[in-house]
């Protein structure tokens, strides 16, 4: 199997609960992969695991080649990056960045370590900020010292931990990019992850859907996005989430169990589950009317929620026109982009 | 006349911080109103001040033209939610919902309805027999929730109530806090970080940063004609654009120009000429077929049912929001242009917007 870094049949138990099962993955040398899953997916194992701080059971690790199992955490040269930011709070900035690098084994000059904690400062943009103390620093100054910290090594692969989960909305926006640019720039590959779903979709070159310690599925943001394998990895990715109704054939047609004709059926199974995104439904053109009970506003866009002969449906409409709780829609659903699965009632 | 009022309030904490410096507010009687800022901006310390949990340095709070600045917290009727849900671990859910009602001195039939309302709306009907300890972070904040919101105190005060649920969970709770709220006609007060929060749920949201407040306004408005450089910022995700240059008219034309002269736009209002920055929300910036601004393609953010576009332009760095399908190539260079009818021009030393 080709690839920087391969896992093959990776698992790992806690006492009697699993916490990874069978994992097969392969991260090429260039590339964010981004790993999403709900809280006790499995994540943060499979970040130790690969870390070198977590034993596993079963499997095989490999890095550049290399059978990475047989190596010491040290040895392997990753990089992790916590969510809760681990510097030491009394050290300047500068004392941090230079740290990791004073290791004996490193055997680097001093001049040496100036020039890469110079670089990796002007990189991040916290050059005024090397004197001060880590404890005077603001939530997203000191994140971006533990990239730093990171970085300044210059290991072989970086695995971040919901490093912007404890930041400011605005902050998490600013920092997701300047991630990604910055890995670029550095061609340092990386595993991201997170269980925030539009970091997955705008970080991720591919995202892995991870729950219950297995993975759901793999793929690039855009193809897990609309070609969800499961209605589980469909209501994972998108805000607001998916609509999922129940409907079965009749004739030509996908009615749904309370009876609105949604679009034309080919044939097939008669029993499936329909999935909507918000953006894929209309509120005008369908034939089934329905009202609106809540009116959210994006900015760019409003969320409607509607209430739709029995169902509670979200649209996600442009701001071409203004809409009012209590106002009639008529959703119609893109038949072209709206997703079928198999139920499990099906009898069929 | 509003229901609640705040007069210069001002908050100095012991080492010398002004948290809060000197804010006038008024809430007009049911109103959902957001305070959004980023940390530290005060709009923590000014809801702990309405609630009575921190002593005003200067100022005065009034809530039904009553002056409560002096009065002790447990006199203020207020409904307060934290970020970390405090219940009774002794008792069970409902009991946990009841308690506030049962001091109230209520008929024990008109409580036990109030009860059944909250939970049902809630949708805590399976849970009613449990203790806390037994469920999830998620469904203890519905608990606290339903246990301040059982109640129709003057005010309901939110402190980040949402903050440690994760998205989905937060989307349907917002929805329920909301309907709750408009139910009981309770004025709340609202405290997040999050402009997404803000513009969802708010009747009006009022924006600060550092201790001061820089808009206030419903939410279409604050979003499409923010006050001032910060609030354009920090509303939107991401934030407004902005271009460095200046306001000149020529042949009776108002045009904007960028600091290097290279690229123009026609207002098509008139503006007082002169130094100026000039801001587009990313979803009003896109292609043109030729003469626009240049922007090279530093990264393409994949979002579902749009994408961001970052591009790198002789101005500075730029967001474009484009459709779905339309993905852009790495270092390609794409012509810009902007909707003139949604720009906005800010100038002076604060950025105001004129």
């Known amino acids: 199997m080709g690839g920087f870094l391969v896992l093959e049949g990776v698992s790992k138990r806690f006492a009697s609960t699993r916490a990874l099962e069978a994992i097969d993955l392969v991260l090429q040398q260039d590339e964010l992969l981004v790993i999403l899953g709900p809280t006790g997916a499995g994540k943060t194992t499979l970040l130790r695991v690969i870390a070198g701080l977590e034993s596993i059971e079963e499997g095989r690790i490999s890095m550049a080649g290399q059978d990475l199992l047989q190596q010491s955490p040290a040895a392997r040269d990753v990089a992790l990056v916590f969510q809760n930011f681990s510097l030491y709070p009394d050290w300047s900035v500068r004392r941090n960045l230079e740290f990791p690098l004073q290791a004996p084994g490193r055997g680097l000059q001093k001049e040496e370590i100036e020039e890469r904690v110079k670089w990796a400062a002007e990189l991040l943009r916290i050059n005024y900020l090397l004197d001060r103390k880590a404890v005077q620093l603001s939530g997203g100054e000191m994140q971006r010292v533990a990239i730093g910290r990171a970085i300044v090594r210059r290991p072989r692969l970086f695995l971040l931990d919901e490093p912007l989960t404890n930041l400011d909305a605005k902050l998490r926006e600013t920092l997701r990019v300047e991630l990604v640019v910055l890995r670029r720039q550095l061609g340092i590959p990386m595993i991201y992850v997170t269980h925030d779903q539009s970091e997955a979709l705008s970080m991720g070159d591919r995202i892995v859907v991870l729950a219950g310690g297995e993975i759901l599925q793999v793929g690039h943001p855009e193809e897990v996005y609309r070609r969800p394998v499961s209605p589980q990895v469909a209501r994972q990715l998108g805000q607001p989430a998916i609509n999922l109704l129940e409907v079965h054939r009749a004739e030509d047609h996908w009615v749904t169990d309370r009876g609105v004709e949604v679009m034309p059926a080919k044939t097939g199974e008669t029993k499936m589950l329909l999935g909507a995104r918000p953006e894929d439904i209309a509120p005008v053109g369908g034939k089934q009317g329905g009202r609106i009970r809540v009116v959210e506003d994006t900015g760019p866009g409003w969320i409607l929620l509607v209430d739709w002969a029995g169902h509670s449906i979200r649209l996600l409409v442009g701001k071409g026109k203004s809409w009012h709780p209590g106002d009639e829609v008529f959703p119609q659903i893109d038949a072209e982009r709206a997703m079928l699965w198999q139920r499990e009632d099906a009898t069929s | ?354």
């Open chain 2, 1 to 354: 006349m509003g229901f609640l009022r705040l007069s210069a309030l001002r908050k100095i904490y012991a080492g010398g911080t002004e948290a809060v410096a000197g804010i006038d507010l008024v809430c007009r009687e049911g109103e959902f109103v957001v305070l959004l800022g980023p940390s530290g901006c005060g709009k923590t310390t000014t809801l702990r001040m309405i609630a009575g949990l921190e002593i005003p340095t200067e100022g005065r709070i009034e809530v039904g033209g009553e002056d409560i600045t002096a009065l002790p917290a447990a006199a203020r009727d207020v409904g307060f939610v934290f970020q970390f849900y405090a219940l009774y671990p002794h008792l069970r859910v409902r009991q946990n919902i009841a308690f506030p009602l049962e001091s109230v001195g209520l008929p024990r039939s008109e409580r036990e309805k109030q009860v059944d309302e909250i939970i049902q709306r809630l949708g805590l009907g399976e849970l009613e027999g449990f203790f806390p300890q037994q469920l999830s972070g998620g469904d203890q904040q519905r608990v606290a929730l339903a246990r301040a919101m059982v109640r129709q105190p003057k005010l309901y005060l939110m402190d980040e109530p949402l903050g440690t649920l994760d998205a989905d969970l937060r989307r349907e709770m917002r929805v329920l806090i909301r309907s709750q709220q408009l139910e009981m006609g309770v004025t709340t007060l609202y405290v997040t970080h999050d402009q997404e929060e803000a513009m969802s749920l708010a009747d009006r949201v009022v924006v600060m940063e550092a201790g001061k407040i820089r808009q206030s306004g419903p939410p279409a408005e604050v979003y499409d004609r923010p006050s001032d450089l910060f609030v354009a910022h920090f509303m939107g995700s991401p934030g407004m654009n902005f271009i460095e240059g200046e306001v000149r008219v020529e042949g009776g034309k108002t045009s904007f120009w960028d600091e290097q002269g290279g690229f123009s736009v026609d207002l098509g209002r008139p503006v007082p000429c002169g130094r100026a920055i000039l801001g587009g929300r990313p979803e009003f910036v896109r292609p043109v077929g030729r003469g626009g601004l240049a922007g090279k393609v530093v990264l393409d953010e994949y979002l579902g049912d749009c994408r961001n576009i970052h591009l790198d332009t002789a101005c500075g760095r730029l967001v474009m929001r484009a459709a779905n399908g339309d993905i852009e190539e790495l270092d390609q260079i794409i012509q810009l242009g902007f909707d003139a009818d949604h720009l906005r021009i800010f100038a002076g030393d604060e950025g105001k917007s004129i």
